[in-house]
């Protein structure tokens, strides 16, 4: 069935450096492709998405690319922070009722 | 705006025992959606429906989980009887339309089953 890749499931960066984390997908319809962080205790919450038809979109020190004739997506964090510490999913919509997917999820890890 | 409330917020049961879980989406949402999510796993999506209707439940396990949308506003998840893996955070979300716009979620209900 469609599905969504995601890797690496754990990642450690230094406070101030940057994170990236990478997904693939298998429908080529896809056209939805948001970004989810998770805290302890708490459901998903959306911090950034992008359609197929832009390759890039940033948002402070968050930004995502797309590439979809490869089919895979990036989340880019830069001047990580304590904060940034949590899970993040990435998905895509697939099936012509436009169901989101999730990836298995990255634990990352902002050390001091 | 207020968010997606989800109730209860922990819950344990025995085995063949039943269990119901109670979502209000956002005002107005037309879209909601319930997700499984097993411990160290992204959400599994279980059902979507469109207003008060069902859109996609493939993924509901149907002998034992059922659910329903009033007058497509609030939504109830039950299962029975429950099993020792359904043990897994149960997700509500919904949304103004399905797929084009990123989802909200409530804090899900945690449910153990021993």
């Known amino acids: 069935g469609e599905n969504v890749e995601q890797h690496p499931s754990t990642l450690s960066v230094q406070e101030g450096d940057s994170a990236v984390i990478k997904c693939t997908y298998s429908d080529s319809a896809s056209n939805y492709f948001p970004w989810y962080k998770q805290e302890l205790g708490k459901g998903p919450q959306l911090i950034i998405d992008i359609r197929s038809n832009v390759g890039e979109k940033k948002d402070q020190r968050i930004a995502v690319t797309l590439n979809k004739t490869a089919k895979h997506f990036s989340l880019h964090i830069t001047e990580t922070q304590p904060e940034d510490s949590a899970v993040y999913f990435c998905a895509a919509s697939i099936g012509r009722d436009d169901k989101i997917i999730f990836g298995k999820g990255t634990r990352l890890h902002i050390l001091p | 705006e207020a968010g997606v409330a989800q109730s209860p917020r922990y819950k344990i049961i025995e085995k063949r025992q039943s269990v119901a879980f109670w979502c209000n989406p956002i005002s107005g949402h037309a879209t909601l959606y319930w997700y499984q999510q097993i411990l160290g796993q992204g959400p599994k999506l279980l059902i979507q429906f469109q207003n008060n209707g069902v859109v996609d439940d493939s993924q509901l396990p149907k002998d034992r989980f059922s659910a329903e949308r009033l007058k497509g506003v609030d939504s109830t998840l039950k299962i029975q009887p429950a099993k020792l893996e359904d043990s897994a955070v149960y997700l509500c979300?919904?949304?103004?339309?399905?797929?084009?716009?990123?989802?909200?979620f409530g804090s899900g209900t945690r449910l153990t089953v021993v």
């Open positions: 979300a919904s949304s103004p339309a399905p797929g084009r716009y990123g989802y909200t």
